[in-house]
């Protein structure tokens, strides 16, 4: 009974959204790598690892700080990048170098396009068959304005009926507000006509369910949460063939 519904709930989808990051793009070398390549243009010879560490460190430190892009305390999120390249070089030593504020306008424009990002050897495939299916996409994603130029980039911006971004919403997942404003952007009154594909359990899967909304929790890694086979993904390629 449980697979018929599910064969039967799948078969009623209108609407797919996507999650974006890690789901149909990846950065194309690690932030580390991608930071110290800029670096030494100024001179500066640090170690990609120990700058992936710091990175990380001021990402998180700046994230429970100023959620969401620091939206709701008055900075922009071109700012929120740039204070995070700063403290990044910071704590790595870096300090009182007046290039460095160029240096993280570089960096914010260069995460802007195709240079340092690459779509996945199964999105494209799956985004043409899902179409081909008649379904009408979207995205949902915890991203800032850079991503509609990112896409556009990437050659996927053509698939997406409109991008919903958690600076565009106000909202980051899983907050409900950011697939809410996806919902109406659909023009869907019933939420089980969408289902949302993306790659984190408590931000795709738990949430767009949340919502009412079907969804899928791709795997590339194949982690388990306990999630019923038929709604996971070990890879972008079988989602065409379970809707249909």
């Known amino acids: 009974m449980l697979a018929r519904s599910c064969v039967w709930g799948a078969m009623r989808l209108r609407w797919?959204?996507?999650d974006v990051t890690d789901t149909l793009i990846r950065v194309r070398r690690s932030?580390?790598?991608?930071y110290c390549s800029e670096a030494r243009s100024l001179g500066l010879q640090l170690e990609p690892?120990?700058?992936e560490r710091a990175f990380r460190l001021a990402y998180q430190s700046q994230h429970r700080r100023f959620p969401n892009y620091g939206l709701s305390q008055g900075l922009s999120s071109q700012e929120w990048w740039q204070?995070?390249?700063?403290?990044?070089?910071?704590?790595?030593?870096?300090?009182?170098?007046?290039?460095?504020q160029p240096l993280a306008e570089r960096l914010y424009r260069g995460f802007s396009g195709s240079n340092n990002w690459e779509v996945?050897?199964?999105?494209?495939?799956?985004?043409?068959?899902?179409?081909?299916?008649?379904?009408?996409?979207?995205?949902?994603?915890?991203?800032?304005?850079?991503l509609?130029?990112?896409?556009?980039?990437?050659?996927?911006?053509?698939h997406f009926d409109f991008v919903v971004t958690s600076e565009s919403a106000g909202?980051?997942?899983p907050d409900g507000r950011i697939f809410r404003e996806a919902l109406r952007l659909s023009g869907l009154a019933e939420p089980g006509l969408a289902a949302h594909v993306g790659d984190d359990y408590w931000n795709d899967y738990r949430a767009a369910r949340q919502?009412?909304?079907?969804?899928?929790?791709?795997?590339?890694?194949?982690?388990?949460?306990?999630?019923p086979p038929e709604h996971r993904l070990s890879s972008l390629e079988e989602l065409p063939a379970l809707l249909s």
């Open 49 to 51: 690892e120990s700058v």
């Open 83 to 100: 204070d995070v390249v700063r403290e990044t070089f910071s704590l790595c030593g870096v300090r009182g170098v007046p290039a460095l």
């Open 171 to 173: 909202a980051a997942k």
């Open 211 to 227: 919502q009412g909304m079907q969804s899928y929790l791709l795997q590339r890694r194949g982690a388990e949460w306990g999630v």
């Open 120 to 146: 996945f050897p199964d999105a494209e495939r799956a985004l043409e068959q899902c179409g081909l299916l008649g379904l009408r996409m979207g995205v949902v994603s915890n991203f800032d304005q850079r």
């Open 31 to 34: 932030v580390g790598e991608q």
């Open 16 to 18: 797919l959204t996507w």
């Open 148 to 158: 509609e130029q990112v896409l556009e980039s990437c050659g996927l911006r053509r």
